[in-house]
Each structure stands twice: as structure tokens, then as C-alpha cells.
């Protein structure tokens, strides 16, 4: 599905509100591994995404300013829902 | 709040798989009246090989009929498809009662970028539409040439019941398919108001991303 990257950050960083590794990340936001990779990146350059080590995997879990994003989103997406007119036959 | 929201997008997604459904009737109808006036006529011309010029007229026109339909039922059910999807999706999270904001935006992430990918085929399906209404038009104009040929020879009303019949059907499905790009347009006015909105959005999301991309 044609999502924009805000889209994609969100749904990567709700799901690694427990720690997830990269493989379930790529897989349960249905990115091919370059693009995860790319998106990843940034999030843990921002600091949204921090590694932590589980067992000897590493593995990636969303930070505390992750959670004002994700909030925000939240806002912002339930908010143009809400606001526009249903659609009806 | 989130009842509200959920309704909303219950009933969205209902209007939705009604108007994907009434898509279907019509492609479906649209495919029998193409087969209808394309096969008599193209085995009458394979077996007797004699070409009539009313009979090109038809088989274009069945054949054109044929063509559009089947792309039109293809169209719809790529759209029940995405319509069951978001729909099993809905259902599974009230079933396990884990409805909350975080689903219903998950789910309003899913509709807005399904929306996106498939504004092509909408767009599509209300030209597909408005020229099976074209079809159906020009499709009871003939059957009408027909009653009136029958009224002049003096023929009973009753042995013209089939061709009114048929005037009447391709009448009806001629404003269906008038109707369903009304339908269509409806939908693509709400989604469009939301996409404008999310890229409104996208300039707040970008701030508390740090900075653009």
C-alpha cells in the first residue's frame, strides 16, 4: 500500500514499543530491507529508535520522544478523520 | 470518541462494499449484454459470410461492451478485496476488544494510503462507467428503433414486450452507470479533503521529526 513516510515511521515506531528485531520490523511494516534499513537509520540518528541487546540479538525499541511522535500522529490522524465529512451512499 | 470513530468507519466501509457490489451488478450486466450483442452476430457472420452493416455496428459495440466490462469487474474486485481487508481487520480488532486509538489510527493509516493506491483504478471505474453508460444509451436507442419498427408494421403491443423490455433494461442500467461516477465522485471529495489535510499535517510531523528528510 502506498503510505507516505510519516506512515511508515509511525507504524515502525508503535511497533517497537517492545523491543523488536530487524527482521519482524521489515516484515510486519512490509518494507523490503534496503528501505527498512534507510528508515531505521534515521529513526535512531533522531533518537526515536534506541538498540538494545536481548540474548545476544540486537534489538531495536522505541525511545520516550518516540512517544511524542507517535502521540502527535495519533492527534493529527484521528483529528482529519473526525473532521471531514462521512462518506455515505 | 473512539465509538464515534469506529461508527464512522464502519459505515464508510459499508457505503464502500455497497458501491463496489452495485460496481459488480453492472460490470456483470455490462459483460452479458456485450456477450449478447457480440456472439449471435459474429456466429451469423462465420456462418453465413455475408456482412451486414448494422451487424459490424453491433459486434464493435458487444465486442467494446465485452472489453470494458470485464476490466470494470476486474476494477471492482480489486476494491472488495481492499474493502474486506480493512473490513477484517475492523472486525477482528472489536472481536478482541483491542479497538483503541492506536487501531483506530492503524486503521485510518490502512483506508488513507488504500485510498492512494487505488485512486487510479476509481478514476478508471468512473471512465469505464461513463462509457458503459454511453454503451447502455446508444444499446436502448437501437432496441427502441426496433419497438418503433414494430409499431409501424401494425404489430401487437405484446409482441413487442421483449424489445420494450429491452429498452427498458438498457435505460436503467444506462443511468446506473451514470449514477455510479456520482457515487464515486462523493468518495474521492471526502478522501481528497483528507489527503490535502494529512500533507497539512505532514509540515507538524516533520517538525517533531527534527527536520525534513
Known amino acids: 500500500m502506498k503510505r507516505t513516510h510519516y506512515e511508515i515511521f509511525w507504524e515502525i515506531l508503535t511497533f517497537c514499543r517492545t523491543p523488536r528485531s530487524f527482521t519482524s520490523i521489515i516484515n510486519r511494516c512490509n518494507l523490503n530491507s534496503k528501505i527498512g534499513q534507510t528508515h531505521l537509520d534515521f529513526l535512531k540518528q533522531r533518537h526515536f529508535l534506541v538498540e538494545v541487546e536481548n540474548g545476544g540479538m540486537t534489538l531495536l525499541k522505541s525511545t520516550a520522544q518516540a512517544s511524542e ?6 492527534k493529527t490522524y484521528r483529528r482529519l478523520f473526525d473532521d471531514t465529512p462521512e462518506f455515505r451512499l | 470518541m473512539a465509538t464515534t470513530t469506529a461508527q464512522k468507519l464502519q459505515h464508510e466501509l459499508n457505503s464502500l462494499l455497497g458501491l463496489s457490489i452495485i460496481n459488480i451488478v453492472c460490470s456483470a ?31 464493435i459495440l458487444g ?10 469487474l476486474i476494477s471492482s474486485a480489486e476494491m472488495i478485496e481492499v474493502n474486506s481487508t480493512l473490513t477484517s481487520s475492523l472486525s477482528e480488532h472489536k472481536k478482541n ?13 490502512d483506508m488513507t494510503a488504500a485510498y492512494r493506491e487505488n485512486k487510479p483504478t476509481l478514476k478508471l471505474m468512473v471512465t469505464i462507467s461513463r462509457i458503459a453508460g454511453v454503451c447502455f444509451g446508444i444499446a436502448a436507442v437501437l432496441a427502441l428503433g426496433g419497438v418503433i419498427a414494430g409499431a409501424l408494421t401494425n404489430a401487437p403491443l405484446w409482441a413487442n414486450a421483449a424489445q ?35 500533507a497539512k499535517a505532514e509540515v507538524e510531523l516533520q517538525k517533531a521529526l527534527g527536520e525534513a528528510q
Open chain 1, 69 to 74: 511522535y507517535i502521540a502527535l500522529f495519533n
Open chain 2, 29 to 59: 450486466l455490462a459483460l452479458a449484454f456485450g456477450a449478447y450483442f457480440l456472439m449471435p452476430n459474429l456466429i451469423s457472420l462465420a456462418t453465413t459470410l455475408t456482412i451486414e452493416l448494422n451487424q459490424i455496428g453491433l459486434i
Open chain 2, 63 to 72: 465486442g467494446l461492451a465485452f472489453a470494458i466490462a470485464i476490466r470494470w
Open chain 2, 97 to 109: 476488544n483491542t479497538l483503541n486509538d492506536e487501531a483506530l489510527t492503524g486503521l485510518i493509516v
Open chain 2, 164 to 198: 420494450i423490455s429491452n429498452v427498458a433494461i438498457n435505460l436503467a442500467m444506462a443511468a446506473a452507470c451514470f449514477i455510479i461516477p456520482h457515487f464515486f465522485g462523493k468518495y474521492s471529495t471526502v478522501w481528497d479533503q483528507r489527503l490535502a489535510q494529512t
